[in-house]
């Protein structure tokens, strides 16, 4: 194993979510008289936190989001998690291999506290994070493409960064994993490659991580 840690995003990487989460972030957008496709969610907002879809709707329309709009957006996304949301194809494998090897791992993930638990939880994927290894935006001061989030993390695992991976489907965390100095594995199920342009290593089906570790 050529790393001491392997952090994973959450949103696409483990749980299915993307799917789910910009479906409703652009109906939502759109109800409130901000009109945005499903494609522009993904490119705007994937691998974000939510402050940054406060932040691009004021600064291109000048209008402020509805102070309950998180409430109402994570209300409508866990009951369509509860419907919908499985883990990543092949994620499972990928865990029990890393725990079977005794590899360190965590999840770095922009998304809430709560949401990473509750994703986690509906999809079975609990019994493979305790709190010791879940990290959140909420945690730092600022979320991807910002390094905060990744240099936390490692620093709360014992690890130095240039001793991390980082396994991430977002141009944003691909940023932010770089900018931490960590290595990157870009997953490109649902990404075009070319988006994550800068990724130590792109990859497409998650049976190939662990062979890529190696």
Known sequence: MRYDLVLFDNDGVLVDSEPISNRL???????????????????????????RVHDFVLERTGQRLP?????????????AFQRE?????G???VLEKLTADGTPYCVASSGSHERIRVGHRTTGLDR??????????????RGKPAPDL????????GVAPERCVVVEDSPLGVRAALAAG???????????????SGATQLFGDMADLPDLLV
């Open 67 to 79: 102070d309950d709009f998180d409430d109402v957006f994570h209300a409508r996304v866990f009951a």
């Open 150 to 157: 990744f240099l936390h993390a490692a620093e709360r695992m």
């Open 128 to 141: 493979w994070f305790d709190d010791a290894r879940i990290f959140s935006s909420q945690d730092v001061g």
């Open 182 to 196: 960590m290595d990157v594995y870009g997953f490109t199920a649902m990404t075009p490659a070319c988006r994550l």
């Open 25 to 51: 972030l652009a109906a939502y957008l759109t109800e409130l008289g901000h009109p945005t496709s499903y494609e522009d969610s993904l490119r705007d907002y994937m691998g974000a936190a939510m402050h």
């Open 85 to 89: 949301l499985k883990p990543v194809p």
């Open 91 to 93: 994620v499972v494998d």
